[in-house]
């Protein structure tokens, strides 16, 4: 009978008494120079890590390109060295430079590092071979917040043997404890060309570089510095606006705000409470650097979702999830500071809390809010370990406006995963929680259940939702209230031996139920994919058959000048899909469906086109284009989007995102110039423009109808 685990975690012992076959960090008084030489003798006098295997494409064997990972303990931080072999170093891909590009396309290399060694927290740090960095915070074995920024450095050349990497990471930007001489880390390969993967622990297909159970040991980090006292982070910004303009019926434009150069200063300050608990205060922040908002037409009823893009909240943010990411969330952090249109309001002051103290981790987050939309907001967050990896959990959120609104939501949840037999995971998670909007109005409740088997060769899922009509959050996202949701999927993934294809994908359902709190079916979605491909060379393809049912209550306007009428429609799909190799020069992907929709019919096509120029351009191009008709109405709904990253280097970068559609009848641009003076120390520039486009024959594109450039200097210190 296989056997049923939590993974319980074996606590380090202090280095004298870890075993011998742990490798060690080398202690070292010299200040390494961070060259990508690893000339120094400390490198070949360091323990040497080199047992990595293959978690694809074959799982348990030796990786196919040798690698060597040794470790210094420096004054200033963990440097790490890499010694990346390879029989082909021509075909190396190095396609990137820009800041945290997620380097998918390249060849690269990661550590994961947990300083407390309690298999629950860490970070992850990644390099290619040109230099450039990405970073991320642990959440879950399935996901981390690729937001988090770290200040570090790398750098990295190509040689006659492949490439070699110099990490340096500062003991200030990670988190440990001073009991505990041995940390949990993992070292991960990917070879572009091979779309090959190796680890040096948790190779199996089930675990992977976030499955911090299976993370290797390395010893001797006693006796480390303490953290900085404080860590500072001034800014100064200046601004120049154009003035605001609105078209006229004449052909013209008319100005309804005036140009005008603005001053910025702010303040955000990191203190270190203990070394496993952070505390930040951020004073008149500015998010001028923070990626815009990608232009989408909605052809549904249901409002959209659109993520964080401001340091502030992205930082540390998994702590605050509750509830179902994009769909049923207590806590979603732009109704802080931004409109519902997505304009910026005022924050004079923000603090936040999280970290871990013993078993607990903790989260807490305070805003305050002016300029016409005066609030207080709080979170405050708390997860209890329990089992293993598990935790049982509790947040509140608070909204309190000097109109006398006071709005406050709560719950409880829960995360049990399991091990089954040798290397299955199974997942059972769920929450309940209450909202009220006003003191005396009506509170709603939450309620759900999860059940989650996500292992290579089978994913199965079937989750629960009960929403109330009175469930709404004031600092939170639902998407849909007053209703109960059943949901979830089967998926099968056989890997056939040998041959071009390296994995099948069978769907035999996945589904979406919602009915409303009175048993009337309100909408669904089901879809089988009957064949579905992965190949060995990172093509993709599969087609999809799709049945969809929706009963708006109510007529809404799907698009501009078309308004579907309330009542019940069923509606059947084909979808086809592919995703070309990433480490092509030339990349394609498309998406195309076709079939009935609502009362009428649809094609939709999607096409993405990537050109990457080694190593200093990478443009990706994406066009959606939707033929409708309902009943007698009839329309083409159409977006354009257009990204180049252009990097002088790892450490100058600029980006242009140029993006239009015809349901606004906007078009966007946003520049950015990014320049890391030194780790920490930036300077952004960062120009944007609009223009209205509902007569494209009218637009003066000379003459945007908003548009502004901002300069903004931060510069980092510790003390």
Not at 120 to 144: I, K, M, P, Q, V
Not at 260 to 282: E, F, M, N, Q, S
Not at 315 to 330: H, K, L, P, S, V
Request: with cysteine; aromatic share 10%.
């Amino acid at each position: 009978m296989a056997s049923l685990t939590t993974a319980a975690v074996a606590r380090s012992q202090p280095a004298a008494a870890s075993p011998p076959d742990v490798p060690r960090v080398l202690r070292t008084s010299r200040l390494i120079r961070l060259d990508g030489e690893l000339t120094e003798p400390e490198w070949l006098q360091a323990d040497s890590i080199t047992d990595f295997l293959q978690r694809d494409p074959q799982e348990g064997q030796p990786a196919s390109e040798r690698t060597v990972v040794r470790l210094l303990a420096t004054p200033n931080g963990l440097a790490i060295g890499w010694w990346c072999y390879d029989r082909q170093p021509e075909l190396i891909v190095r396609s990137q430079l820009r800041r945290d590009a997620s380097l998918s396309s390249d060849d690269y290399v990661t550590v994961a590092i947990d300083g407390l060694h309690d298999q629950r927290s860490g970070f992850y740090f990644r390099t290619n071979a040109n230099g450039a960095l990405w970073d991320g915070e642990h959440l879950t074995f399935e996901s981390g917040n690729d937001n988090w920024d770290g200040v570090w450095d790398a750098r990295a050349r190509v040689t006659a043997d492949g490439y070699v990497v110099e990490m340096l990471i500062p003991w200030a930007t990670l988190r440990y404890r001073d009991d505990r001489a041995v940390w949990g880390m993992n070292f991960r390969r990917f070879v572009r060309r091979k779309n090959e993967e190796q680890l040096w622990r948790a190779w199996k297909r089930t675990e992977g570089i976030r499955f911090l159970e299976r993370e290797g040991e390395v010893a001797g980090f006693d006796s480390l510095p303490p953290r900085a006292r404080v860590e500072l982070r001034p800014y100064a910004l200046g601004e120049g606006r154009l003035a605001n303009r609105v078209l006229l019926p004449t052909g013209g434009d008319s100005a309804t705000r005036t140009a005008g150069a603005y001053g910025h200063v702010g303040l955000d300050v990191k203190i270190p409470i203990t070394r496993t608990l952070t505390g930040d205060i951020t004073l008149n922040p500015d998010f001028a650097q923070a990626e815009v908002d990608r232009q989408i037409v909605n052809l549904t009823r249901f409002p959209l979702f659109f993520p964080e893009q401001r340091l502030f909240f992205t930082e540390g943010a998994g702590i605050f999830d509750f509830g179902r990411i994009q769909q049923t969330q207590m806590f979603y952090s732009r109704r802080i500071g931004l409109s519902s249109s997505g304009t910026p309001v005022h924050i004079p002051i923000g603090v936040r809390m999280q970290g871990r103290a013993g078993r607990n981790q903790l989260g807490l987050l305070a805003a305050r809010t002016a300029a016409g939309d005066d609030a207080t907001n709080l979170v405050a967050r708390v997860k209890r370990d329990v089992l293993g990896r598990g935790y049982v959990g509790a947040m509140a959120t608070l909204d309190d406006r000097v109109n006398g609104t006071t709005s406050v939501a709560g719950g409880v949840d829960f995360n049990l995963p399991w091990i089954v037999g040798d290397d299955q995971n199974l997942v059972l998670l769920g929450n309940a929680a209450w909202s009220q909007d006003s003191v005396g109005g009506p509170v709603g409740g939450h309620y759900r259940v999860i059940v989650d088997y996500p292992n290579d060769r089978a994913d199965i899922v079937v989750r629960l939702d009960r929403i109330d009509r009175a469930y709404n959050p004031s600092l939170g996202f639902v998407q849909q209230r007053g209703v109960t949701r059943l949901g979830g999927g089967t998926s099968i993934t056989p890997r056939p031996r040998g041959g071009p294809i390296r994995r099948l994908e069978f769907d035999l359902l996945s589904y979406n139920v919602v009915w409303d709190l009175d048993g009337r079916l309100s909408n669904a979605s089901f879809e089988v994919k009957p064949l579905g491909l992965q190949f060995q060379s990172g093509d993709q393809f599969e087609i999809n058959v799709q049945r969809a049912f929706d009963a708006p209550d109510e007529a809404f306007e799907i698009f501009p000048g078309t308004t579907l009428a309330a009542g019940p429609y069923w509606w059947n799909r084909v979808e086809v899909q592919y995703s070309g190799n990433e480490a092509r020069p030339v990349r394609y992907s498309v998406n195309a469906s076709t079939g009935a929709f609502y009362d009428g019919r649809s094609s939709e096509v999607s096409v993405g086109m990537r050109v990457r120029r080694t190593p200093h351009l990478l443009a990706q191009l994406d066009f959606v284009h939707s033929d409708v008709r309902l009943g007698d109405a009839a329309f083409a709904a159409q977006t354009a989007r257009l990204r180049a990253d252009y990097a002088v280097g790892p450490r100058l970068n600029t980006t242009l995102f140029a993006q239009w559609d015809n349901e606004s009848d906007r078009a966007s641009v946003n520049a950015r110039l990014r320049w890391t003076v030194v780790p920490g120390s930036d300077l952004y520039v960062v120009w944007n423009s609009n223009w209205d486009t509902d007569v494209l024959s009218r637009v003066r594109w000379s003459r945007p109808q908003r548009g502004g450039l901002v300069a903004k200097y931060v510069y980092f210190f510790r003390r």
